[in-house]
């Protein structure tokens, strides 16, 4: 199974590679949030809870964007009865859906979170880093289960593009709480705070529930 | 599915009388017995309708988990259409939940809506998620298909809430009466029982008129493929 995934996830990103679809698109659509929230805030730079709620609602429109194409191709071209086709299981599937996914995200906060710094983050960030790194890749957990179960559901419908993020934001929310609760105290302007174990724990817990959710009913979702 | 109709609708008759006898009884008890609270007098009434409506509805979404997931074991649209029509009552008791909600908070706190309110931006949240069901399920026209995309949306949705509601919790101070948990002790018995009955009230209000959209559901279903077989039959005896 690990096989068939690796196998899937390479056509992916292969696909990304070549198309360049994906990727640019969060990139400009953060990169705009970041002036737009500029402007909005009416703020040079931000600190705690606001510099927080800025990255998060960057990062978590960006992710939606990443949502709505991760079936794109398969659903376009006809790809996704090809894949159903071959004996490949089902979790395999979402496996590579869902890494996709996460390395899309762990790809534009490369990006994203040291222009964040350079454009709106008040304190250095730096020091932050040490609490900030694990965080982000949790919350990316987080998104990558909540958002292969997502763009699943959101294909099978007319209204894809309407329905993704529509049903992936909400859904997102408690892993939004905890991630924005943690980066709160990484940018207080006091200098980063140690982090309670209660906002890991959480973001942990809540990508391991939305993936065993997704290994149970994606053999439903994509059954032909 | 032939005698689904008759399963729906058996004993709705007595049903609903029991229904308008024990909300009719609630409502009643509300305005001429129980006391007015100390604190926030009159306004604290809103309470008998607010809290059962809130309990009811996520009750609801809950069923409409478990249907879901029933349709999925075992590929029988009546579970996808019961799971459809328990969201879809629960939908509207929520609707209701959130209007009465902020008419008590403005009321009792000043403000028609309060952020720092866990249950309130629990319960918003889970409303805007299960908003999206009715556009997921009518966007997919292959029957098949929409009966086990909503189904998955229904189990995920349903397990997503008392996710929701624990993390909103863990964010936020606490100011919203504790309904079940400290108030219960404190309430005089005329409040509690008057309460419990309202609280009944909803949910044979609830389970009634599931019933009856289940039953008209069916009859209409009937209808149609009664109708598409005679239509078959005329078109053949045209022929012949």
């Known amino acids: ?224 | 599915m032939t005698d689904a109709p008759t399963v729906h609708g058996r004993g709705l008759k007595r049903l609903a009388i029991a229904t308008t006898l024990t909300l009719g009884t609630a409502f009643a008890l509300v305005f001429f017995w129980t006391p007015n609270e100390l604190d926030q007098g009159f306004v604290q009434k809103i309470f008998y309708v607010h809290v059962p409506m809130a309990i009811v509805a996520l009750c609801g979404f809950t069923a409409g988990g478990i249907f879901g997931f029933m349709q999925l074991r075992t590929g029988k649209r009546v579970w996808d259409m019961r799971s459809y029509v328990s969201i879809h009552l629960s939908l509207m008791l929520a609707t209701g939940t959130l209007i009465t909600g902020s008419i008590w908070a403005k009321a009792a706190w000043g403000h028609w809506w309060v952020w720092d309110e866990p249950v309130l931006v629990s319960f918003l949240i889970v409303f805007l998620l299960y908003a999206c069901y009715q556009p997921l399920r009518f966007s997919i026209e292959d029957p098949e298909r929409q009966a086990r995309a909503a189904s998955v949306f229904a189990v995920v949705a349903g397990a997503f809430v008392p996710l929701n509601f624990a993390a909103v919790r863990l964010a936020e101070a606490y100011t919203h009466p504790r309904t079940l948990g400290t108030t219960t002790g404190g309430m005089p018995g005329t409040m509690l029982f008057t309460f419990l009955l309202a609280l009944l009230g909803m949910t044979l209000l609830f389970v009634t008129l599931w019933k009856y959209e289940m039953a008209s559901k069916n009859a209409r279903m009937k209808l149609a493929s009664v109708k598409r077989r005679i239509e078959n039959e005329i078109a053949q005896g045209g022929a012949a």
């Not at chain 1, 071209?77 to 599937?93: C, F, K, N, S």
């Not at chain 1, 880093?129 to 957990?141: E, K, M, Q, S, Y």
């Not at chain 1, 809540?206 to 032909?224: C, M, N, P, R, S």
Request: proline share 6%; glycine share 8%.
């Open chain 1, 1 to 224: 199974m690990i096989r068939q995934a690796l196998i899937l996830l390479r056509k992916d990103l292969l696909l990304e590679l070549r198309g360049r679809e994906a990727l640019p698109a969060m990139l400009l659509l953060a990169g705009t949030t970041m002036v737009v929230l500029h402007f909005a805030l009416g703020q040079r730079s931000v600190t705690g809870g606001t510099a927080a709620g800025c990255l998060w609602v960057t990062l978590l429109f960006s992710a939606t964007l990443g949502i709505n194409r991760l079936f794109v191709a398969e659903q376009e071209e006809g790809g996704l009865d090809a894949v159903l086709l071959t004996p490949v299981e089902r979790t395999a599937i979402l496996l590579a859906k869902a890494t996709t996914l996460f390395i899309f995200m762990v790809a534009l906060e490369l990006v994203i979170v040291p222009a964040f710094a350079l454009l709106l983050l008040g304190p250095d960030l730096l020091p932050t880093l040490g609490g900030l790194i694990p965080t982000l890749l949790l919350v990316d957990l987080a998104i990558a289960a909540v958002g292969a179960l997502v763009g699943a559901i959101a294909v099978q419908s007319r209204i894809r593009d309407l329905l993704a993020p529509l049903l992936a934001l909400p859904l997102l929310l408690p892993a939004l709480i905890a991630g924005a609760k943690s980066a709160e105290l990484l940018f207080a302007a006091a200098g980063p705070a140690p982090i309670p174990g209660r906002w890991p724990l959480m973001l942990a817990l809540y990508a391991l529930v939305f993936g065993l959710l997704g290994v149970a009913l994606y053999d439903y979702l994509l059954d032909d």
